[in-house]
């Protein structure tokens, strides 16, 4: 690692993002006093994690990417048994509820779908009562459906006060779940903004896509100064440029009295900041099929 540095903002989802092998877990088990940093410092809440280890472990929950619990366990026994750990625990009973796992509170955890696996793990990294709660991959290996649930729970718990770190290589989770994103590239912080600074940072090229039922001259769109080249392919027009490009290209049509038909705006994502920040596309996980029951 040579030089991460951010900061969490109370009450927000913060998410990490980056390449394999870039640093983001090292960085989230550094916070949470899993691992002790070679140089620099971390203040979680104003207190050291390695020093002050006792009193960070009562504020802070983490799911790390790995997570296992013995087969036989019930859901509503792992619950009571973490509770057990903490000074000031919430109630377990009102997570299984938050969660949706209350009819599942005796099914032992092998018998659990991979969302509801995930559910649990989830309350296991709140029933401390944590101010922040770190979250390590908690959708990889779900099937869509299960993860667009996971989403909602987690927005839930923010909205009951949680601080939320988010670790995910998924592009989609992250854009629509964070409110800042920081991203992690061979070992230093290669950007730190909002999702939408993110995509309007990694490109200001635009692109228009329309079809015309009658005749139009190319310079119409050429000679305007937002537009940077025009092409046609198949009878469908694509007009590439910057600034205000969709305001312009509309300007220009009307004016020449010609309707765009079927007219689309190529939408940058935050995969293709993804790629302006770090050189490399996304690896995402596979999804495995997991039910979400």
Request: hydrophobic residues 40%; negative net charge.
């Amino acid at each position: 690692m040579e030089d991460v540095s951010f900061t969490v903002e109370e009450g927000e989802i913060f998410g990490i993002i980056g390449p394999n092998g870039a640093g983001k877990t090292t960085t989230v088990e550094s916070i949470a006093g899993l691992r002790t940093p070679d140089s620099g410092s971390i203040s979680v809440l104003g207190l050291d994690p390695v020093k002050d280890r006792a009193e960070v472990r009562e504020l802070l929950g983490v799911q790390l990417q790995e997570s296992s619990f013995p087969d036989a366990i019930k859901v509503a026994e792992a619950l009571d048994l973490y509770s057990s750990f903490y000074r000031n625990p919430a109630d377990w009973r009102e997570l299984m509820e938050l969660l949706g796992l209350t009819q599942k509170r005796d099914t032992r955890y092998k018998a659990l779908s991979g969302g509801q696996k995930q559910r649990l793990s989830i309350a296991l990294a709140l029933v401390g009562n944590p101010r922040i709660a770190i979250l390590d991959e908690l959708t990889t290996g779900l099937d869509p459906q299960a993860r667009r649930d996971t989403w909602s729970l987690i927005e839930r718990v923010r909205d009951t006060g949680v601080t939320i770190l988010l670790v995910t290589h998924f592009m989609d989770e992250a854009e629509r779940l964070s409110d800042r994103i920081a991203v992690i590239d061979g070992g230093r912080v290669a950007a730190v903004d909002t999702p939408e600074g993110l995509i309007a940072r990694s490109s200001a090229v635009q692109q228009v896509r329309f079809r015309v039922s009658q005749p139009l001259d190319m310079g119409v769109l050429t000679d305007l100064p937002d537009v940077s080249h025009v092409e046609i392919t198949g009878g469908r027009w694509r007009v590439t440029g910057q600034g205000q490009l969709l305001s312009s290209v509309a300007g220009a049509l009307a004016r020449a009295q010609v309707v765009a038909e079927d007219l689309r705006v190529d939408q940058r994502s935050l995969d293709d900041a993804f790629v302006a920040f770090t050189g490399r596309a996304p690896q995402t996980p596979e999804a495995s099929g997991t039910e979400v029951d």
